[in-house]
């Protein structure tokens, strides 16, 4: 038995040095540093088998990552505006799942980044330099919200079906607006950051953002998928949502693009950041499309023409496809005066039909 420790012991050793230098490089959170301590202990412990140190420090790495995990499950629940519940089948709702809360999101997201930008699987401007942009963001998050739930783990782990997904729901701490927001999150899956990031600006005036997780490819087009988006809408219309804004991000704009022509009556306007698809028919909705001119992964030119025909709004951005990140500012500008309830979106001709092509560009006045 001391053997066979021994032997998985130095079997993974390597893997875990690997895991460790490339996670140590982002730099850690605490729990990170405290899960990869533990992990390099157990390690450790299992390689000297035979020794007498090797159960002591088997020991010691299972109080460790207990310890920490403990104090993750009760740190990680909620934020301050930033929350988590589970919806089933039913649209009935729960709180996080214990998995959501296990790890910090950014150790996940930035040594992901890292690993990407040291592979150049990333062609797009907006890597370069992404991950100091990256930290800054998550260190923004944890200043205003503390230590949050993330659905990373859950969506990793095949946990997302219409019979049961997390959402993220970022909601104001007073008096709420009849306006909430479907937002879809793109390739990779969902993460707390993005959704928090785009619902900032927001939930100051009083709307509620809602962000619900697919698998990991961010296919909301799917016929899962759509019914995540069906059952997503109805869970914020529970919570008091007279009028519900659809969103997306990269593939998830271009799942909502698709979605809004099918779901007449169920939304009130549509947002399109990094994203749209190229056979996707007009809404009819009042459109805001938000694009980086300089956008490897996903088509400028594309957005601008989808907004042109479609009557809708273009906001040109000097980034990549990463600009909700690296022009925050600009972002928020551009979702305020589109979805601030104090200016509600009012349209004159609200554009073309989503069956029929207009010959002329339909005007949108942004009141």
Same mark, same amino acid.
């Given at each position: 038995? &001391?053997? =066979?420790?021994?032997? %998985?012991?130095? #079997?993974?050793?390597?893997? *875990?040095? +690997?895991? @460790?230098?490339?996670?140590? !490089?982002?730099?850690?959170s605490?729990?990170?540093?405290a899960?990869?301590?533990?992990?390099?202990?157990l390690?450790?412990?299992l390689?000297?088998?035979? &020794?007498? =140190?090797?159960?002591? %420090?088997?020991? #010691?790495?299972?109080?460790? *990552?207990? +310890?920490? @995990?403990?104090?993750?499950? !009760?740190?990680?629940?909620?934020?301050?505006?930033?929350?988590?519940?589970?919806?089933?089948?039913?649209a009935?709702?729960?709180?996080a799942?214990l998995?959501?809360?296990?790890?910090?999101?950014?150790?996940? #997201?930035?040594?992901?980044?890292?690993a990407?930008? @040291?592979?150049?699987?990333?062609?797009?401007?907006?890597?370069r330099?992404?991950?100091?942009?990256?930290?800054?963001?998550?260190?923004?998050?944890?200043a205003?919200?503390?230590?949050?739930?993330?659905?990373?783990?859950?969506?990793?782990?095949?946990?997302?079906?219409?019979?049961?997904f997390?959402?993220?729901?970022a909601?104001?701490?007073?008096?709420?607006?009849?306006?909430?927001?479907?937002f879809?999150?793109?390739?990779?899956?969902?993460?707390?950051?993005?959704?928090?990031?785009?619902?900032?600006?927001?939930?100051?005036?009083?709307?509620t953002?809602?962000?619900p997780?697919?698998?990991y490819?961010?296919?909301?087009?799917?016929?899962?998928?759509?019914?995540?988006?069906t059952?997503?809408?109805?869970?914020?219309?529970?919570?008091?949502?007279?009028?519900?804004?659809?969103?997306?991000?990269?593939?998830?704009?271009?799942?909502?693009?698709?979605?809004?022509?099918?779901?007449?009556?169920?939304?009130?306007?549509?947002?399109?950041?990094?994203?749209?698809?190229?056979?996707?028919?007009?809404?009819?909705?009042p459109?805001?499309?938000?694009?980086?001119?300089?956008d490897?992964?996903?088509?400028?030119?594309?957005?601008?023409?989808?907004?042109?025909?479609?009557?809708?709004?273009?906001?040109?951005?000097?980034?990549?496809?990463?600009?909700?990140?690296?022009?925050?500012?600009?972002v928020?500008?551009?979702l305020?005066?589109?979805?601030?309830?104090?200016?509600?979106?009012?349209?004159?001709?609200?554009?073309?039909?989503?069956?029929?092509?207009?010959?002329?560009?339909?005007?949108?006045?942004?009141?």
């Amino acid at each position: 038995m &001391k053997t =066979a420790l021994t032997v %998985l012991g130095v #079997a993974l050793s390597p893997f *875990v040095l +690997v895991a @460790a230098a490339l996670l140590a !490089s982002t730099p850690l959170s605490w729990s990170g540093t405290a899960y990869v301590l533990g992990a390099a202990t157990l390690t450790a412990g299992l390689a000297l088998a035979k &020794k007498r =140190a090797g159960p002591w %420090l088997r020991w #010691a790495a299972l109080a460790l *990552v207990t +310890v920490t @995990a403990g104090a993750r499950l !009760s740190t990680g629940a909620r934020g301050e505006a930033v929350t988590m519940v589970t919806v089933d089948g039913h649209a009935s709702t729960s709180s996080a799942r214990l998995l959501a809360r296990l790890v910090d999101e950014e150790d996940v #997201a930035l040594s992901g980044a890292r690993a990407l930008e @040291a592979t150049g699987l990333w062609h797009d401007p907006d890597t370069r330099g992404l991950v100091p942009v990256m930290r800054a963001a998550y260190g923004e998050m944890r200043a205003a919200e503390g230590d949050v739930p993330s659905p990373v783990l859950t969506t990793y782990v095949g946990a997302q079906s219409p019979r049961g997904f997390d959402m993220v729901i970022a909601a104001p701490a007073g008096p709420a607006s009849d306006t909430a927001v479907l937002f879809l999150h793109g390739f990779a899956g969902n993460f707390t950051l993005p959704c928090w990031r785009f619902a900032r600006p927001l939930v100051a005036r009083g709307v509620t953002v809602g962000c619900p997780s697919t698998t990991y490819e961010g296919h909301f087009w799917t016929a899962d998928g759509a019914a995540i988006v069906t059952l997503a809408r109805e869970a914020l219309v529970a919570r008091g949502a007279k009028r519900v804004v659809l969103a997306g991000l990269s593939n998830g704009a271009i799942s909502a693009s698709l979605l809004a022509p099918r779901s007449k009556g169920a939304f009130s306007a549509l947002v399109l950041v990094s994203g749209v698809a190229g056979d996707a028919p007009c809404s009819g909705l009042p459109t805001l499309v938000v694009h980086g001119r300089r956008d490897a992964m996903t088509s400028p030119a594309l957005a601008r023409s989808y907004a042109s025909r479609c009557g809708g709004r273009y906001v040109d951005l000097d980034a990549g496809h990463f600009a909700m990140l690296v022009r925050a500012t600009e972002v928020d500008a551009a979702l305020v005066a589109f979805v601030d309830p104090g200016r509600r979106v009012v349209s004159r001709a609200a554009g073309p039909s989503p069956t029929r092509r207009s010959r002329g560009r339909a005007r949108v006045r942004y009141a």
